[in-house]
């Protein structure tokens, strides 16, 4: 009933920038919370980065805090996670998810995930 699929993945060298995108359909995009996760190889799929329904609340892990940045363009049904000042630690599987009811960092409360796209950064 709601896809979503995610876009912008790639290689970069430390210290460069990604943007990632993430397209909504199949239902109302304002609906829901929306969130990044990651997962490395071998690691548990861990939290990233979140933004409220109306764009007004945003929240990330303390590792990305001043690198990367979340936002939405709820016209365009779409998400987007900045991603600056980028390290080897940062490579992982990214994942775009939709949270119907309450705003959280937690993996098991979104209801919707995407595909993934793979971030890779070389050293």
């Known amino acids: 009933q709601v896809q979503l699929v995610e876009s912008g993945g790639g290689l970069v060298q430390a210290g460069g920038s990604l943007r990632l995108s993430c397209a909504v359909s199949?239902?109302?995009?304002?609906?829901?919370?929306m969130g990044w996760f990651r997962q490395a190889p071998g690691k548990e799929r861990e939290f990233v980065a979140v933004?409220?329904?109306?764009?007004?609340?945003?929240d990330y892990t303390d590792s990305v805090k001043g690198r990367f940045t979340i936002f939405r363009v709820n016209a365009k049904n779409t998400v987007y996670l900045q991603m600056n000042s980028l390290k080897p630690e940062d490579t992982a599987v990214y994942y775009c998810?939709?949270?119907?009811?309450?705003?959280?960092?937690?993996?098991?409360?979104?209801?919707?995930w995407g595909q993934g796209t793979q971030v890779t950064v070389s050293s």
């Open positions: 998810a939709a949270a119907l009811g309450a705003y959280t960092v937690r993996m098991n409360e979104y209801d919707y």
């Open positions: 933004i409220s329904r109306s764009g007004g609340s945003r």
């Open positions: 199949g239902r109302t995009f304002t609906n829901y919370h």
